[in-house]
């Protein structure tokens, strides 16, 4: 009974210290699990033109073979940005701090360097696809507008509204764009991005200003699945 009784305790204790410092738990939310449940069914990549999709996916595997080289560009760029040294990263980096925002929601200068990175190495690939246009690579590294026609985002479904705790991300994965400017979109990708928020904080500093904190978390739920649209 004894033994019993201690655990009891101690499990409430836990409990207690969890609720204090503000911890998050999203596993006892219903939310989460629905998050779960439209990430299974709806997320993944979804390709538009398969033939052009599979060309992209061959000149990926090619491209392992200079794996050894593009981790080299990447410390090379990294040490740049460290110590001041790359000019071009200087100069869009509020170019690139603003396209993490996109993707995210929050400003990270960890996530804006990768994403400039990542199209620094890209730069180094070859693009160029069977119709003579260079493919890119997600709907960050461009300032070309990459529209999703409503229609097809009601034929894919999985939609969520602004009420759901979670949210359907839905962005060009690869895409062209031809000599007037348009965009043709190869593939998309969707992922589900559920956001806890347990706690919000307010901050009176003076009779008239109040200040507001979140705390909670934020989880992107993505299946690595290839489905094909017509």
Known sequence: MQTLLFYSVRISLLFSVFIFCGCTFYVFDPQYYKAR????????????NKALYDEIMQKQKDSKDTKAENLKLE???????????NELWLQKREHYLKLAYKHSGYYSEKNAQRLFVLDMINSQKDRILSNGYAYYSGAYSTDIAVEIPQVLREKIGGLTDKNMKFQQVIYPQFFYIDDGGKAHIISLGILYRYVNINRV??????????SVFANGEWLYLRKNKVRYVD
């Open 75 to 85: 410390e090379k760029i990294y040490s740049q940005i460290k110590h001041n040294k």
């Open 37 to 48: 449940k439209y990430s299974k069914e709806y997320s993944g990549t979804y390709v538009l």
């Open 201 to 210: 904080y307010g901050l009176k500093e003076d009779s008239n200003i109040e």
